[in-house]
Protein backbone atom coordinates (compact mmCIF):
# COMPACT_ATOMS: atom_id res chain seq x y z
CA UNK A 1 0.00 0.00 0.00
CA UNK A 2 1.62 3.46 -0.64
CA UNK A 3 2.20 5.67 1.96
CA UNK A 4 0.80 9.26 1.88
CA UNK A 5 4.44 10.41 2.04
CA UNK A 6 4.64 8.59 -1.85
CA UNK A 7 1.84 9.41 -2.62
CA UNK A 8 2.86 13.66 -2.27
CA UNK A 9 6.26 12.99 -3.09
CA UNK A 10 6.29 10.01 -5.95
CA UNK A 11 9.39 8.63 -6.86
CA UNK A 12 10.02 10.72 -9.92
CA UNK A 13 10.29 13.87 -8.25
CA UNK A 14 11.83 12.04 -5.25
CA UNK A 15 14.76 11.25 -8.03
CA UNK A 16 14.64 15.49 -9.02
CA UNK A 17 14.99 16.32 -5.29
CA UNK A 18 17.86 14.15 -4.51
CA UNK A 19 19.83 15.94 -7.30
CA UNK A 20 19.64 19.20 -5.30
CA UNK A 21 19.35 18.32 -1.87
CA UNK A 22 22.36 18.59 0.03
CA UNK A 23 23.67 15.92 2.40
CA UNK A 24 23.63 15.92 5.63
CA UNK A 25 26.04 13.85 7.99
CA UNK A 26 24.61 13.46 11.45
CA UNK A 27 27.67 12.32 13.92
CA UNK A 28 27.47 11.51 17.47
CA UNK A 29 30.67 10.64 18.76
CA UNK A 30 28.83 9.70 22.10
CA UNK A 31 26.47 7.43 20.60
CA UNK A 32 22.77 6.93 21.38
CA UNK A 33 20.40 9.23 20.09
CA UNK A 34 16.68 9.37 18.14
CA UNK A 35 16.95 8.43 14.41
CA UNK A 36 17.52 11.40 12.06
CA UNK A 37 13.93 12.11 10.04
CA UNK A 38 14.49 11.13 6.67
CA UNK A 39 14.27 14.11 4.12
CA UNK A 40 12.05 11.98 1.95
CA UNK A 41 9.47 12.15 4.98
CA UNK A 42 10.14 15.78 5.58
CA UNK A 43 9.65 16.84 1.85
CA UNK A 44 6.05 15.62 2.32
CA UNK A 45 5.52 16.86 4.99
CA UNK A 46 6.46 20.16 3.25
CA UNK A 47 4.66 19.67 0.16
CA UNK A 48 1.54 18.80 2.60
CA UNK A 49 2.04 22.46 4.62
CA UNK A 50 2.26 24.02 1.01
CA UNK A 51 -0.95 22.35 -1.02
CA UNK A 52 -3.20 22.05 2.29
CA UNK A 53 -2.29 25.89 3.89
CA UNK A 54 -2.43 24.18 7.26
CA UNK A 55 0.22 25.83 9.93
CA UNK A 56 3.45 24.04 10.43
CA UNK A 57 1.66 23.24 13.91
CA UNK A 58 -1.12 21.68 12.69
CA UNK A 59 1.22 18.96 10.48
CA UNK A 60 -0.63 15.73 10.96
CA UNK A 61 1.35 13.15 13.00
CA UNK A 62 0.96 10.48 9.94
CA UNK A 63 4.28 12.09 8.48
CA UNK A 64 6.81 10.82 11.12
CA UNK A 65 8.91 14.15 12.24
CA UNK A 66 7.10 16.78 14.52
CA UNK A 67 7.07 19.86 13.37
CA UNK A 68 10.02 21.24 14.64
CA UNK A 69 11.74 19.12 12.64
CA UNK A 70 10.12 19.57 9.40
CA UNK A 71 10.21 23.51 9.47
CA UNK A 72 13.76 23.32 10.61
CA UNK A 73 14.31 21.66 7.34
CA UNK A 74 12.44 23.44 5.74
CA UNK A 75 14.34 26.61 6.83
CA UNK A 76 17.59 24.72 6.09
CA UNK A 77 16.93 24.43 2.67
CA UNK A 78 15.98 27.55 1.96
CA UNK A 79 18.73 28.88 2.72
CA UNK A 80 20.62 26.62 0.80
CA UNK A 81 18.72 27.53 -2.34
CA UNK A 82 17.12 24.14 -2.45
CA UNK A 83 13.59 25.03 -3.80
CA UNK A 84 14.89 27.51 -6.47
CA UNK A 85 17.59 24.58 -7.65
CA UNK A 86 14.90 22.32 -8.02
CA UNK A 87 12.42 24.24 -10.17
CA UNK A 88 15.70 24.92 -12.80
CA UNK A 89 16.32 20.82 -12.52
CA UNK A 90 12.77 20.45 -13.66
CA UNK A 91 13.05 23.09 -16.09
CA UNK A 92 16.01 21.48 -17.79
CA UNK A 93 14.13 17.57 -18.18
CA UNK A 94 11.28 19.36 -19.41
CA UNK A 95 13.16 21.70 -22.08
CA UNK A 96 14.97 18.42 -22.97
CA UNK A 97 12.05 17.05 -23.73
CA UNK A 98 10.71 19.82 -25.92
CA UNK A 99 7.90 20.96 -23.50
CA UNK A 100 8.85 24.08 -23.19
CA UNK A 101 7.67 26.81 -26.14
CA UNK A 102 10.10 29.58 -26.35
CA UNK A 103 8.02 31.46 -29.21
CA UNK A 104 5.92 33.49 -26.42
CA UNK A 105 5.79 34.46 -23.14
CA UNK A 106 3.51 36.06 -21.06
CA UNK A 107 3.60 38.00 -17.72
CA UNK A 108 1.57 39.35 -14.99
CA UNK A 109 1.38 39.77 -11.23
CA UNK A 110 -1.66 38.79 -8.49
CA UNK A 111 -1.84 40.08 -5.00
CA UNK A 112 -2.01 38.19 -1.62
CA UNK A 113 -2.54 39.65 1.71
CA UNK A 114 0.06 39.34 4.33
CA UNK A 115 -1.20 38.35 7.66
CA UNK A 116 2.42 39.01 9.75
CA UNK A 117 3.74 41.65 8.20
CA UNK A 118 7.41 40.89 7.45
CA UNK A 119 9.95 42.75 4.18
CA UNK A 120 8.72 42.53 1.13
CA UNK A 121 4.91 44.20 2.01
CA UNK A 122 3.08 47.16 1.58
CA UNK A 123 -0.11 48.73 1.50
CA UNK A 124 -2.42 46.80 -1.35
CA UNK A 125 -4.18 49.99 -3.52
CA UNK A 126 -6.90 46.65 -4.89
CA UNK A 127 -7.15 45.57 -1.36
CA UNK A 128 -8.37 48.82 1.28
CA UNK A 129 -4.40 49.61 1.53
CA UNK A 130 -3.73 46.44 3.44
CA UNK A 131 -0.57 45.04 4.20
CA UNK A 132 0.08 42.42 0.98
CA UNK A 133 2.53 41.31 -0.93
CA UNK A 134 2.55 40.68 -4.70
CA UNK A 135 4.07 37.66 -7.16
CA UNK A 136 5.42 38.29 -10.30
CA UNK A 137 5.34 35.39 -12.96
CA UNK A 138 6.45 34.63 -16.06
CA UNK A 139 5.21 31.58 -18.40
CA UNK A 140 5.52 30.10 -21.44
CA UNK A 141 2.99 29.68 -24.31
CA UNK A 142 2.39 26.26 -22.99
CA UNK A 143 1.85 28.04 -19.37
CA UNK A 144 4.25 26.37 -17.57
CA UNK A 145 5.83 28.79 -15.38
CA UNK A 146 9.24 29.63 -16.09
CA UNK A 147 10.89 32.41 -13.78
CA UNK A 148 8.81 33.84 -10.62
CA UNK A 149 9.65 36.67 -7.99
CA UNK A 150 7.81 38.49 -4.79
CA UNK A 151 7.33 42.05 -4.00
CA UNK A 152 5.69 44.75 -1.61
CA UNK A 153 1.88 45.18 -3.04
CA UNK A 154 2.36 48.27 -3.53
CA UNK A 155 5.23 47.89 -5.93
CA UNK A 156 4.28 48.60 -9.71
CA UNK A 157 4.48 45.44 -12.20
CA UNK A 158 7.00 47.48 -14.42
CA UNK A 159 9.87 47.85 -11.39
CA UNK A 160 9.49 44.05 -11.58
CA UNK A 161 9.44 42.91 -15.32
CA UNK A 162 13.70 43.65 -15.95
CA UNK A 163 14.48 42.04 -12.53
CA UNK A 164 11.59 38.73 -13.16
CA UNK A 165 13.08 38.43 -16.72
CA UNK A 166 16.79 38.88 -16.10
CA UNK A 167 16.03 35.91 -13.41
CA UNK A 168 15.34 33.13 -16.23
CA UNK A 169 17.67 30.22 -15.99
CA UNK A 170 19.58 29.51 -18.62
CA UNK A 171 17.40 26.07 -19.73
CA UNK A 172 18.45 22.79 -21.59
CA UNK A 173 16.80 22.48 -25.59
CA UNK A 174 16.14 19.16 -27.48
CA UNK A 175 18.30 20.41 -29.94
CA UNK A 176 21.54 23.12 -29.62
CA UNK A 177 22.47 25.34 -26.95
CA UNK A 178 20.59 26.53 -23.75
CA UNK A 179 17.90 29.37 -23.86
CA UNK A 180 16.83 32.16 -21.55
CA UNK A 181 15.12 34.55 -23.56
CA UNK A 182 11.88 33.83 -25.60
CA UNK A 183 11.19 35.27 -29.11
CA UNK A 184 8.26 37.58 -27.76
CA UNK A 185 6.99 38.99 -24.58
CA UNK A 186 3.14 39.81 -23.76
CA UNK A 187 2.34 42.39 -21.45
CA UNK A 188 -0.52 44.12 -20.16
CA UNK A 189 -0.77 48.34 -19.99
CA UNK A 190 1.02 48.36 -16.67
CA UNK A 191 4.24 47.56 -18.62
CA UNK A 192 3.73 50.36 -21.47
CA UNK A 193 7.14 52.50 -21.01
CA UNK A 194 9.49 53.47 -23.44
CA UNK A 195 12.45 52.11 -21.70
CA UNK A 196 10.81 48.90 -20.95
CA UNK A 197 10.52 48.43 -25.00
CA UNK A 198 14.01 49.40 -25.65
CA UNK A 199 14.89 46.89 -22.96
CA UNK A 200 13.50 43.91 -24.00
CA UNK A 201 14.72 44.72 -27.90
CA UNK A 202 18.36 44.89 -26.15
CA UNK A 203 17.26 41.43 -24.80
CA UNK A 204 16.52 40.29 -28.22
CA UNK A 205 12.55 39.78 -27.14
CA UNK A 206 10.04 41.05 -29.19
CA UNK A 207 7.87 43.26 -26.89
CA UNK A 208 3.54 43.12 -27.43
CA UNK A 209 2.48 45.00 -24.90
CA UNK A 210 -0.86 46.90 -25.06
CA UNK A 211 -0.89 50.51 -25.44
CA UNK A 212 -2.55 53.15 -23.18
CA UNK A 213 -5.20 55.21 -24.09
CA UNK A 214 -5.03 53.14 -27.73
CA UNK A 215 -5.17 49.56 -27.25
CA UNK A 216 -8.26 47.94 -25.20
CA UNK A 217 -8.13 45.76 -22.55
CA UNK A 218 -8.80 42.69 -24.04
CA UNK A 219 -6.20 43.52 -27.00
CA UNK A 220 -3.76 40.27 -25.80
CA UNK A 221 -6.76 38.05 -26.41
CA UNK A 222 -5.55 34.37 -25.72
CA UNK A 223 -1.94 35.18 -25.18
CA UNK A 224 -3.21 37.36 -21.64
CA UNK A 225 -4.91 33.93 -20.61
CA UNK A 226 -1.87 32.11 -20.75
CA UNK A 227 -0.68 33.77 -17.52
CA UNK A 228 -3.90 33.84 -16.09
CA UNK A 229 -4.05 30.51 -16.46
CA UNK A 230 -1.27 29.68 -14.31
CA UNK A 231 -2.05 32.00 -11.56
CA UNK A 232 -5.40 30.23 -11.47
CA UNK A 233 -2.94 26.83 -10.80
CA UNK A 234 -1.08 28.85 -8.04
CA UNK A 235 -4.31 28.91 -6.44
CA UNK A 236 -4.07 25.26 -6.23
CA UNK A 237 -1.27 25.90 -3.28
CA UNK A 238 -3.53 26.98 -0.40
CA UNK A 239 -0.31 28.73 1.57
CA UNK A 240 0.04 31.32 -1.34
CA UNK A 241 -3.97 32.17 -0.44
CA UNK A 242 -2.45 34.89 2.04
CA UNK A 243 1.22 35.20 3.20
CA UNK A 244 1.54 34.04 6.46
CA UNK A 245 6.04 34.23 6.82
CA UNK A 246 7.95 37.28 7.97
CA UNK A 247 10.81 36.17 6.06
CA UNK A 248 10.52 36.89 1.81
CA UNK A 249 12.63 34.00 1.59
CA UNK A 250 10.03 31.47 2.98
CA UNK A 251 7.28 33.01 1.18
CA UNK A 252 9.30 33.11 -1.82
CA UNK A 253 10.10 28.78 -1.25
CA UNK A 254 6.74 28.59 -0.58
CA UNK A 255 5.89 29.96 -4.51
CA UNK A 256 8.52 28.04 -6.20
CA UNK A 257 7.36 24.60 -4.62
CA UNK A 258 4.16 25.54 -5.71
CA UNK A 259 5.97 26.27 -9.46
CA UNK A 260 7.80 23.11 -9.26
CA UNK A 261 4.70 21.10 -8.75
CA UNK A 262 2.76 22.82 -11.57
CA UNK A 263 5.95 21.74 -14.10
CA UNK A 264 6.77 18.54 -12.74
CA UNK A 265 2.77 17.51 -13.54
CA UNK A 266 3.44 18.45 -17.26
CA UNK A 267 6.84 16.34 -17.25
CA UNK A 268 4.89 13.01 -16.21
CA UNK A 269 1.85 13.94 -18.06
Known amino acids: MTSLAERLV ?8 RRVVPETVVTR ?20 VATSGCSWRQLPPVF ?17 RVWARLHRVILDELGAQGE ?9 SVSVRA ?18 SKIHLVVDRSRLPISVAIS ?5 DSVALQPLIAAIPPVRSRRGPRRRRPAKLHEDKGYDYAHLRQWLREQGITPRIARRSIDTS ?8 M ?15 RRYERKPEHFLAFTAIATSLINYRRLTK
Not at 64 to 80: D, L, M, S
Not at 115 to 132: E, H, I
Open 10 to 17: PDELWELF
Open 29 to 48: PQGGGRRRSRDRECLAAIVF
Open 64 to 80: GPAWPTVYRRFARWTEA
Open 100 to 108: LDWTRFAVD
Open 115 to 132: LKGGNLTGPNPTDRGKSG
Open 152 to 156: AANTH
Open 218 to 225: QRLGQHRW
Open 227 to 241: VERTISWLSGCRRLH
